[in-house]
């Protein structure tokens, strides 16, 4: 993030325990500028940073709207760092950057979704692919076994982060099935994965066209909230 050198320190405890160096991506000081969601209370539905741990009052209109909430987990709260990050990264197209948040967000996965889980990323656009020439989210999770059930329906035109609040609530259903999909959703579980939990607009509109082919549970995981 500042092109500053980062400096390592070994001792002795660390040296016997004969353990592999993990490569640094960030140095202290920008690490500690990104704000770690565990830390503070955060909504049951959908992982924003609260005063106390309950339900916000989006989530409440999602649970009348589909009966039941996603239980959205984020890493991150989105403030100025993280827009930074994500400006590079999925912006300006510097796909390094999808390691420096990498083998957190597996750990997780791997912990808290390891037996049973689907593991499905949103998908882009052929547009937003042709434009970015990779998926954000799947570079943010790599590593992982995804199961690619969804695609973006072609008329799908103008890039979800250009669109504001009002236009995304209002977003019609961007997503259809992949051919075949039907059969290995079916009382399966699936968490899904996302890079920015904005509205939940978009991770509801994939949990509902999943939830209709037979999905046991679905539930959904974030870099940033």
């Known amino acids: ?133 990779f998926n954000q989210v799947e570079g943010l999770f790599s590593g992982l076994e995804f199961a690619k059930l969804l695609a973006v329906k072609n008329e799908e035109k103008k890039q979800q982060s250009k669109l504001n609040r009002q236009e995304r609530m209002k977003r019609s259903q961007p997503f259809i099935l992949n051919k075949g999909s039907e059969e290995t959703i079916e009382r399966r579980k699936i968490l899904l994965l996302d890079d920015i939990y904005t509205t939940g607009r978009t991770l509801y509109y994939a949990a509902e066209i999943i939830r209709s082919a037979g999905a046991k549970e679905i539930k959904s995981m974030t870099l940033a909230r």
Do not use: H
Request: charge should be positive; glycine fraction near 6%; hydrophobic fraction near 35%.
């Open 1 to 133: 993030m500042c092109q500053g050198k980062i400096s390592e320190y070994f001792d002795l405890s660390w040296v016997l325990s004969f353990q592999r160096t993990k490569k640094k991506y960030l140095c202290n000081d920008c690490q500690s500028n990104f704000t770690k969601l565990s830390d503070a209370p955060t909504c049951l539905g959908c992982g924003r940073k609260m005063n106390v741990e309950e339900i916000c009052n989006d989530c409440i209109k999602w649970k009348k709207a589909y009966g039941q909430l996603l239980e959205n987990v984020a890493l991150y709260e989105y403030n100025g760092v993280m827009k930074e990050y994500f400006e590079r990264f999925k912006f300006m197209g510097d796909f390094y950057f999808a390691n420096v948040f990498n083998d957190e967000l597996k750990a997780f996965v791997k912990k808290e979704y390891s037996k049973g889980w689907l593991y499905v990323p949103i998908p882009l656009s052929t547009q937003s692919y042709q434009t970015r020439m």
